[in-house]
């Protein structure tokens, strides 16, 4: 089985000054190893906004994992459970040149080259046949050529993963009671959630939640059509303490009412306070958000609404030394600013003409004027967020260029449990600027006044859709 992960990556370990682990953003996506590795890649690009892992010395990974289930020619029944994929073999049964060949081919239908060196389908191809050349006696052996083939691209963030670090990232729990969950169509083409990816002996598994249920309610609210980010966000709170949900067991089965008590779970990452502005009439409410985790759209709606009921016309929002996060968060709370129709950010992997156009699909919450504070620490979602406002005329930027790290990553799981990490594409602005290794540049150093802020906004231009 491959497990898909598709991420976000932030600044390498030692890059800034705070000494932060390398984040990434993705969600995990098992496949059959049989299929096409295109069609996985096809499928990834257009969900790879959907959760966030924090890669570093020790994982915390968001992921979203799921098993494919394949559905035999439908029968005259009324309800069928689906059947689970089962590979064909066991990981000590799998040899290590294999373990070597499916990685060479991960890397071989999917690799984006985005540094100096170029890569080639044919030069490539001569690496897998100098591989095959010799048996590879051990595993260890096997690995340590893995290795050597991802650095031989020259690309910091394509890397193997063993055993024991792929298994950190895939006990990531984000909900705050142990599962994972996962969007599927139903057949009327409408979400529904299902649980694909559980901690056993964690809070919901205690509870009698089990992999494959399917997620009705939270809290009493229906939870038909929401994202799974959303319905993870929704699970979350205090440790201790209790949520309610309803869940489906299976395809058939019956429907459940269960109490589960959470588990740790995200701090807050919005710091907000009213402030008298220096540079023109009326109060300014500043928010800092210094990481994009589950909490940080819920908790900056109810800081920017605070601030608007204590009088607030302004907006200044920091994310200054914001490495990122989850990469969806930030997508959600640039629509909270965007009016419907307006680009967030789009995505390109190999394919350049198969380009991703990510947009906000209702009003905006919240329309008041915004300042957004930028330093060399900004990167990743907070990018997405400082380019989304600032090309589609909603916010000016104050401070120093962005760092600059605006790529796209998959994680595989590999036969042997092991994993590789591979560079798979890109986001551009809204203005089609590549953020990757550029970063985006202020239009202030400095706070000016408000009517020379005014004045700068506008006279922006909204980008042309597409």
């Known amino acids: 089985m491959i497990k898909v992960l598709v991420c976000y990556p932030m600044p390498p370990p030692g890059t800034v000054s705070h000494g932060r682990p390398l984040t990434v953003s993705c969600s995990f996506d098992n496949r059959n190893r049989k299929l096409d590795y295109h069609s996985i890649f096809r499928t990834m690009t257009t969900s790879l906004l959907s959760l966030a892992v924090s890669l570093g010395v020790s994982c915390t990974c968001v992921s979203d994992a799921f098993s494919l289930q394949l559905i035999k020619p439908q029968e005259e029944v009324i309800c069928r459970e689906d059947e689970n994929f089962v590979d064909d073999k066991l990981p000590e049964?799998?040899?290590?040149?294999?373990?070597?060949?499916?990685?060479?081919?991960?890397?071989?239908?999917?690799?984006l080259a985005t540094g100096r060196r170029t890569w080639s389908a044919d030069t490539w191809l001569k690496k897998k046949g100098d591989i095959s050349a010799s048996s590879i006696q051990t595993r260890s052996r096997a690995h340590d050529i893995i290795r050597r083939m991802l650095a031989s691209l020259g690309d910091p963030y394509t890397r193997f993963l063993t055993p024991a670090e792929f298994s950190k990232m895939a006990r990531y729990d984000m909900t705050g009671i142990g599962i994972n969950l996962r969007e599927f169509p139903d057949d009327n083409g409408d979400i529904k959630l299902k649980v694909l990816g559980l901690i056993l002996d964690g809070p919901a598994h205690s509870a009698g939640v089990r992999q494959g249920d399917e997620l009705l309610s939270i809290n009493g609210i229906d939870v038909k059509g929401k994202s799974s980010f959303e319905a993870s966000s929704m699970l979350q709170g205090p440790s201790e303490t209790f949520v309610n949900i309803v869940v489906k067991h299976g395809k058939c089965g019956p429907v459940e009412s269960m109490k589960v008590q959470r588990q740790s779970v995200?701090?807050?990452?919005?710091?907000?306070?009213?402030?008298?502005?220096?540079?023109?009439?009326?109060?300014?409410?500043?928010?800092?958000?210094?990481?994009?985790?589950?909490?940080?759209?819920?908790?900056?709606?109810?800081?920017?609404?605070?601030?608007?009921?204590?009088g607030a016309s302004v907006f200044i929002l920091d994310l200054r030394d914001n490495l990122g996060g989850l990469v969806q968060a930030g997508i959600e709370i640039a629509k909270l600013f965007l009016n419907k129709g307006d680009t967030v950010t789009y995505t390109v992997g190999r394919d350049a003409n198969a380009v991703n156009n990510v947009i906000a699909e209702t009003s905006p919450s919240f329309s008041a004027p915004i300042i957004v504070l930028v330093n060399k620490n900004t990167a990743s979602a907070s990018e997405i967020v400082a380019s989304a406002l600032h090309d589609n005329c909603r916010a000016i930027l104050v401070g120093e260029r962005t760092y600059g790290k605006g790529l796209i990553q998959s994680v595989f799981e590999l036969h042997d449990g092991s994993g590789v990490v591979i560079t798979v594409g890109k986001y551009v602005t809204p203005n089609h600027m590549d953020i990757n290794g550029n970063g985006i540049e202020p239009d202030f150093q400095n706070i000016p006044a408000m009517d020379e802020a005014s004045r700068y906004i506008s006279k922006c231009h909204k980008p042309q859709q597409g």
Not at 293 to 307: P, S
């Open 93 to 111: 049964e799998v040899t290590n040149e294999e373990i070597v060949e499916e990685a060479w081919q991960l890397v071989n239908d999917s690799y």
């Open 266 to 310: 995200a701090k807050t990452p919005v710091f907000y306070q009213l402030r008298q502005a220096n540079y023109g009439s009326g109060s300014v409410g500043y928010v800092r958000l210094k990481e994009f985790n589950a909490l940080a759209r819920k908790d900056l709606v109810i800081a920017m609404r605070k601030l608007q009921d204590m």
